[in-house]
């Protein structure tokens, strides 16, 4: 790595940037700088194929592109230099990224929740954990520090997502409009240009009734700076009703919502969403296995116009 090209840009996050973050990005600048020629192979694959791949992909494009790089240059036996590789790669995109990434939000809390977030990994990356043993992990890092999803407290979200509307286009829905089968029929072009919601499970500590209304009033101030954007669409197991009597305790990343214009559409039961919607809780287990609950997946749409409205924010 260039360590002086790297020093400029490091130069560039300014004052508002958090001190630690600062610092921890050019101890990560220094480290990379002593990495083998290997690795920086890898680097300007990676590079050439993040130029190629479209603006508007799915998340799970370019950390796909990563993995198959780094198995073409280390052998699969070699678990630790993958995991080294993988590490390599999230700290330089980090690196050539951080200044745009904290330039691009005015808005204080948004800013605050990237700074966070960056520091997170930035840490991570100094540190001797092995987060990227879990693939998901992988994959959020690399949408982070390449701009593709950003964090706003509870959960994250993906800037310009595909919602596959139109295979909710012939779902039952549920909300507060009887309407919604027309409505999504006439937005449901091309199924682009929407926020879309993320859980991360390492930063859990804001997943609760104040930090799902942050999270949604962050949301809301973010389509206040993309016009484009049709609003938000999040697909998990806890927008199911059931969840209203099952559990109470997470009703309201529904109720809100629903209550101010958004739509749930059932896409029904998998045995993914079944093993989330157990993974912490005996209670659910306990019911599932008696047969007395049967997780189903969910999608909610929540309009620009009608979360804006909710949220006092002008459009």
């Known amino acids: 790595m260039d360590r002086a090209r790297h020093k400029l840009k490091l130069d560039e996050v300014g004052v508002e940037a958090d001190t630690r973050l600062k610092a921890s990005l050019n101890e990560l600048a220094h480290r990379c700088s002593a990495q083998d020629q290997a690795l920086s192979g890898v680097l300007r694959r990676v590079q050439r194929a993040r130029d190629t791949l479209p603006p508007s992909i799915h998340y799970n494009r370019f950390p796909l592109a990563i993995c198959r790089i780094i198995a073409e240059t280390l052998p699969p036996a070699d678990v630790d230099g993958v995991m080294r590789a993988k590490r390599y790669v999230v700290a330089n995109l980090l690196i050539g990224n951080a200044s745009r990434l904290l330039k691009r939000y005015s808005h204080p ?22 987060d990227y043993a879990v693939y998901d992990h992988f994959v959020k890092d690399v949408n982070y520090v390449s701009g593709a999803f950003v964090h706003l407290g509870a959960r994250a979200i993906s800037l310009n997502a595909n919602a596959s509307l139109s295979s909710l286009v012939s779902r039952p829905a549920l909300g507060a409009y009887s309407g919604a089968g027309g409505w999504i029929r006439a937005v449901a072009r091309g199924g682009r240009g929407w926020f879309r919601a993320h859980t991360d499970n390492r930063m859990m500590e804001d ?17 206040q700076d993309n016009p484009k954007i049709l609003g938000l669409v999040s697909t998990t197991w806890f927008l199911d009703p059931q969840i209203l009597t099952i559990a109470p305790h997470l009703a309201y990343w529904q109720l809100t919502p629903v209550k101010h214009g958004a739509f749930l559409y059932r896409h029904g039961p998998t045995a993914q969403h079944t093993a989330w919607a157990i993974e912490k809780s005996q209670t659910r287990r306990k019911l599932v296995e008696e047969g007395r609950y049967v997780p189903q997946c ?15 924010i002008p459009q």
């Open 109 to 130: 809390m948004i800013a605050a929740c990237m700074v966070r977030n960056l520091d997170r990994i930035a840490s991570n990356l100094l540190g001797a954990d092995d």
């Open 207 to 223: 997943f609760n009734e104040l930090g799902s209304e942050r999270f949604y009033r962050n949301v809301a101030a973010l389509l």
């Open 298 to 312: 969910y999608s909610m749409t929540w309009p620009r116009k009608a979360l804006c409205n909710w949220a006092g």
